[in-house]
């Protein structure tokens, strides 16, 4: 699908796609959204452009293996259950908060953390089976 | 530290295949992982085992939501065991699969993997909540469908779809169920659930949502007249993968079932009598599908089907006796259903085949290896003083006690055909002279194996060996475990204080 739209557009779609993920990402605690759609809105961004800049280019934007995002969310994920017994000696995966909000991401605290390790996987998982699918094809 | 011992067991597998997943390359970095990971995890299970044993049922409420409003972790007895022995079968198999499994294999995720299907098994074990227990039979099943499928070979492929296809069925019924569940009630804890199923004036809907579970869990468990995916699928991973599922796949779904059936739904007569029906079946028709099979691992799959059987009995029985049996027969098949699917591997890597009528003359061959399998093999059928005697004993007195004589037939005959398909196989494969087999091209046969590899596959069938014989010798210490198993189920009160604490 080498079409000059396509092309043009995808170059500006994926900053906005990703930008968008992440909105749906920090929205996901207390409304519809959260670490899942947002993997998927951001998988989305990058599939969008393989499709208009062939795969080649993806993987060089990407510059890591896509797979490489899973031990590093789950990891993550891990981390964010451990961090009530680092921090504050509460049971594991206790929600632990900032008192305080921050101006643009909200309310900073361990469900974020697990988010974003979802988040990860969900990009990795995703991109990791259509890049292949794309290359056996 | 030690208030989150109940939750070790799942959070070290969790590590582990994220460890793993992190040396994707690195096969060998992660053959050395999942070993000593193995034997951390079976110290972590020893632990817990002797905490819950010395303290009574251990708890925790994950994320410090109190109980029934967020997810708890049980180890009681039974869970504890459980998870004991799915260490002990794991460390084996882990040893086993690093000697066995192809490079082509573990290169593509085999170890990780298995690691994940560990995790979903004791998560089962251990969770107090019966939307989360839905939850790790979902891990269990995604993990195993990569596991069965893994190299892509065409009868594994087939294996597969007939697996995949019918475990994902039971899962959704399952699901049904736990929905149905939750309408009557609102809860989804288990220990609250016990309270207000107990209290719900509706006993034909309840005794529907009861069946309900009974196919959700009977497939996966591989009951009359739901089993026929595991035969089909079974023989077609490699004999480590095999060992793993013969082991301990199929034994979740009766813990599930043990489980729901001692704690939610209570006291049926009606429900106790389709589980004696279904016992007596599978008893029946797992022996007689064995009968037929020229293929080792087949005829494994079916005793397995077949000796399920012993453990609904017991189940279905539901006195203190009959389901310390039932207890007592489940930690005996978990390690020698295992071993056996082990030595079928070894029985291949020494042959090139499974097929009981072109083996023969082991015993000629390799008389001390022979010997070895001999444990697990007369294990199997109970020939005193080794395991399997001792639960069907009490079995058989129970059946006596309700004066159920088709069922003390059933067993019986089960026991009679278990011990002729044993005896059959060690004539043909042992003590038959061996037809000489044509050299198979790219296989490495065990003789010409290195050392290193030849204790890799030989070490964990002798360490399973060793733990039936201790079952068998030390009959007495696993009754006594099995006793206090079967009190606690029955009288789930004390489960259900400890869940639920002071709120009561």
Known sequence: ?137 | MIQHLVLYPILIQVFLAVVLLFCWRRVHLQKVISVVGSFLSLGIAIWLFINTWNQGTLTIQAGNWEAPFGISFVSDTFAATLVLLTAISGLAVSVFSVGTILPARLKFGYLPIFHFLLLGLNGAFLTGDIFNLYVWFEVIIISSFVLITLGGEKAQLEGALKYFTLNIFASMIFLTAVAVLYGLTGSLNMADLSIKVAAIENRGLVEVTAILFLIGFGIKSALFPLYFWLPASYHTPPPAVSAIFGGLLTKVGVYALIRVFTLIFVGDVFLENVILTIAGLTLISGAIGALVQNNIVKIFSYLIICHIGYVILGLGLASELAIAGAIFYLIHDIIVKTNLFMISGLIYRIKGTFSIRDLGGLYAKYPLLSLLMVIPFFSLVGIPPLSGFWPKLALITESFKVDNYWLIAAVLFATFITFYLIAKIWSEVFWKEGKILPKLHNFRYFEKLKLEKKIQIVGPIVFLALVSLYIGFCAENIQQLALRVAKELLNNQHYIQAVLGNQL
């Open chain 1, 1 to 137: 699908m080498k079409t000059v739209i396509l092309k043009t557009a995808s170059n500006y779609l994926l900053p906005l796609l990703l930008l968008f993920s992440f909105f749906i990402l920090l929205r996901g605690h207390y409304l519809p959204g959260g670490g899942f759609v947002g993997g998927l809105i951001a998988a989305i961004a990058f599939v969008l452009h393989a499709f208009a800049n062939g795969l080649e280019n993806t993987k060089q934007l990407l510059r890591i293996h896509p797979g490489f995002l899973m031990p590093v969310g789950l990891a993550l994920a891990l981390f964010s259950g451990f961090s009530p017994i680092i921090f504050s000696d509460l049971p594991f995966m206790t929600g632990i908060w900032f008192p305080e909000p921050l101006s643009v991401v909200g309310m900073v605290g361990s469900a974020l953390f697990f988010d974003i390790g979802v988040y990860l996987v969900v990009v990795g998982v995703s991109l990791t089976i259509i890049f292949t699918i794309t290359e056996s094809a």
